[in-house]
């Protein structure tokens, strides 16, 4: 199951209707799920099976990077395309981390709540 939507990744971010970019947006969302999972695997399953808003979005963002950096027409729309995708990886590292504290927090909480030895 994919992360991002095509629909979301052409209206919100591409600014675009045409059908003939769809299987194209599709493997960038797809590549963008992969890049999203080599990141998050240190803190979670992978792939997510149910995989946050914030996370669904930052694919698409990530994806629509990557169709502007494959589709650039001059070096405005890569730089743009190279920005999206940046700050989109920098969403799911920042995203990542926040697992990883939730996760110590979890741990930490259990093990403080053990009872103590009457030994």
């Known amino acids: 199951m994919a992360y991002g939507l095509t629909a979301r990744v052409k209206s919100d971010w591409l ?7 769809d299987t194209r947006i599709d493997n960038f969302i797809e590549a ?4 999203i999972d080599s990141i998050l695997v240190q ?3 992978v792939p997510l099976a149910s995989p946050a808003d ?4 930052l694919s698409e963002q990530w994806a629509a990077g990557l169709f502007l950096q494959a589709d650039a027409k ?6 743009r395309g190279r920005a999206l995708a940046k700050s989109a990886k920098e969403g799911i590292e920042s995203y990542g981390g ?3 504290y939730d996760r110590q927090v979890v741990e ?12």
């Open 32 to 35: 963008a799920d992969r890049l």
């Open 108 to 119: 930490t909480t259990e093990y403080a709540t053990e009872p103590l030895s009457s030994e």
């Open 15 to 21: 600014n675009i209707t045409d059908s003939p970019s």
């Open 74 to 79: 001059n070096m405005d729309d890569f730089r």
């Open 98 to 100: 926040r697992l990883k």
């Open 43 to 45: 803190y979670a399953s």
């Open 54 to 57: 914030e996370v669904k979005r």
